[in-house]
């Protein structure tokens, strides 16, 4: 592992260790990435195998158990998933996005530290004993389907991944597991989805739930394989199916099989109460996550202010999907305030298509083209997930600045908070 910064007074610069020396070994066993760093620097007698200066160097150290180094690596690479789904998202992507958007993430490293979702086709028996031994828990696995032909058929892998034999060995050796299944209509639905819960049940409950998504459709696609939509019927119909299937695979303190907020709201159903999403663990995956945020608006709005302290108006932009709850629950609670008024505008994606409607993959493009000849008062307020990991960028690396600058109007991110967004107006 490369080393790109040593920080003052430590272990590692009292080894003399400079950036661009790198770290091989640690007590005999070989250094790949920063995980099996935390991993082995733990112990308090070591035996370090270093390149320093272009020498091949031994060190040996004692030291506390929570010591290590003092050291910054150099990025992990990531592996890229080994498959080309037919229903893949990044083979959907509009060109004109930012880098990491073109690239299809199949490493485990990043579903046990992110909670990436991974094929795990890729993974042979070495990557498998080191999560066993490391003890990479929770992973979050994509399954889709596990009847072999149809497998191979949606994942154009032309060979059994023996995924199930993965599980058994992953799942008998303590490793959590939350899987996900990207559902499509006639493709991997019906007796093919009862035979893949079926399969995946087994390993309950080490492998602690299975999520059930709408696949995702844009309007790039392209040469791709033709795919059915779920529109609002289909979602009905999926949702009415939950007490018979919870019933067939029942689950512990928290349901075994979970479904992403996207079917409630294309089915215009409410959503369930919090105690049905068990640890809202999967919130951050759409599981769960409008019911968390209403909850938490309902309790935050008790602690509204009744008055602002001068007249303010503000525009509230949402993706398409959303629209409608922000609506029917968060505007007229707002509007409530006096001195506030607060307009919801549903901002349409056009970079993606219109059948793209989550919030988080709007484009700074679209909030500008459909803002910028708007009345937007005071500011406009969105969700943070609009932007990357990092808080700094859109899908088509605008800034916020940039977008601010545009609209000729502050654009300011809520982290599902909007008491703190009230009250910063109460303080500006």
């Known amino acids: 592992m490369k080393i790109i910064k040593v920080f003052p007074d430590s272990l590692g610069e009292t080894i003399g260790i400079q950036p661009g020396d790198r770290l091989l070994k640690i007590n005999g066993k070989r250094v790949q990435d920063e995980i099996d760093y935390q991993f082995r620097i733990t112990e308090e007698i070591l035996t370090l195998d270093f390149e320093i200066s272009g020498r091949l160097e031994k060190v040996e150290i004692e030291k506390e158990y929570d010591d290590d180094l003092g050291v910054e690596f150099e990025e992990m690479k990531i592996r890229s998933c080994a498959n080309d789904c037919v229903f893949c998202f990044v083979d959907q992507n509009p060109p004109g996005m930012r880098e990491g958007m073109y690239f299809r993430d199949g490493d485990y490293r990043m579903s046990y530290l992110h909670g990436h979702y991974i094929t795990m086709t890729n993974m042979g028996q070495n990557e498998l004993n080191r999560i066993v031994e490391q003890r990479l828990s929770p992973l979050y696995i994509s399954v889709h389907v596990t009847d072999i032909q149809q497998r191979q058929k949606l994942f154009l892998y032309k060979k059994d991944d023996g995924l199930l034999e993965k599980l058994e060995f992953l799942t008998s050796n303590g490793i959590e597991l939350h899987t996900q299944i990207v559902l499509m209509p006639d493709l991997n639905d019906g007796d093919y989805l009862i035979k893949t819960l079926a399969d995946l049940y087994q390993f309950y409950p080490t492998l602690n739930s299975c999520t059930i ?47 992403s907020d996207e079917w409630f709201i294309l089915a215009d159903q409410p959503f369930p109460p919090l105690s049905d999403y068990g640890g809202l663990d999967l919130a951050e995956n759409g599981v769960g996550q409008v019911r968390q945020f209403l909850t938490l608006f309902e309790e935050e709005s008790l602690k509204f202010p009744n008055e602002l302290n001068v007249e303010t108006n503000i525009t509230m932009a949402t993706g398409t999907l959303i629209y409608e709850t922000f609506q029917k629950e968060v505007l007229p609670v707002l509007n409530q305030i006096k001195n506030l008024t607060v307009t919801l505008c549903p901002i349409i994606n056009n970079f993606y298509g219109e059948s793209v409607t989550v919030t988080g993959l709007l484009t700074g493009t679209d909030i500008i083209k459909q803002l910028a000849s708007e009345k937007l008062g005071d500011a406009v307020w969105m969700s943070h997930r609009i932007l990357n990991d990092e808080g700094t960028l859109t899908l088509d690396n605008l800034t916020l600045e940039e977008i601010s600058t545009a609209i000729d109007c502050p654009l300011q991110l809520s982290n599902d908070s909007f008491l703190t967004l009230l009250n910063n107006l109460n303080h500006a």
């Open 213 to 259: 998504v709408p696949v995702g459709l844009t309007g790039h696609r392209k040469g791709l394989m033709e795919i059915q939509s779920v529109d609002p019927q289909y979602a009905k119909k999926l949702l009415n199916e939950i007490p018979h299937l919870r019933k067939q695979f029942p689950g512990g303190k928290s349901p075994f099989l979970l479904y």
